[in-house]
């Protein structure tokens, strides 16, 4: 019976990261701990203040406005008429860590294959502070998806 129940904490293990890495806020999890411990819930005012994150990073990176845009969606473009080339992914991975006067103190993401693309992304969403402040009990960093691609 407890072995049952192991197991079935164990398949729910990947469902809970997904449905929080869909609200915009993820937390991970390296191995399941030998005896459960209470996690604090997902405060409402984190996942309002990752929406945000995410939102001003997508506003960013579909700024015509601005020559690292315009550099990368030409890249994104050649990517997409060239068939030799693999695409990256549509939906791009991001771990932030904000600091306390909004700017961006940690940034990761998996290469997109392509050095200068690399740079123009982390430029994009380091380059400028967030306008608004992050709560001051937030979990860091914020695992956020955001969408690689061309503005519509």
Do not use: C
Not at 57 to 79: A, I, K, S, T, Y
Not at 82 to 88: F, R
Not at 111 to 132: F, I, K, N, R
Request: glycine content about 8%; overall charge positive; cysteine-free.
């Amino acid at each position: 019976m407890l072995k049952d129940f192991r197991l079935r904490r164990a398949s729910l293990w990947p469902l809970l990261r997904r449905a929080l890495g869909g609200l915009g806020l993820g937390l991970t999890v390296s191995a399941l701990p030998a005896v459960a411990h209470a996690q604090p819930p997902v405060q409402d005012h984190w996942v309002r203040y990752a929406q945000f994150v995410s939102n001003t990073f997508q506003h960013r990176l579909n700024d015509p406005g601005q020559e690292p845009v315009r550099r990368l969606h030409g890249w994104l473009q050649e990517r997409m008429h060239d068939s030799s080339k693999p695409l990256p992914a549509p939906v791009l991975v991001v771990r932030v860590s904000v600091g306390a006067a909004g700017q961006i103190d940690g940034l990761e993401f998996d290469s997109l294959g392509w050095p200068q693309a690399d740079a123009d992304l982390s430029y994009l969403l380091t380059s400028e502070p967030l306008p608004v402040l992050p709560p001051r009990d937030l979990r860091q960093p914020i695992v956020l998806q955001l969408t690689l691609g061309l503005p519509s």
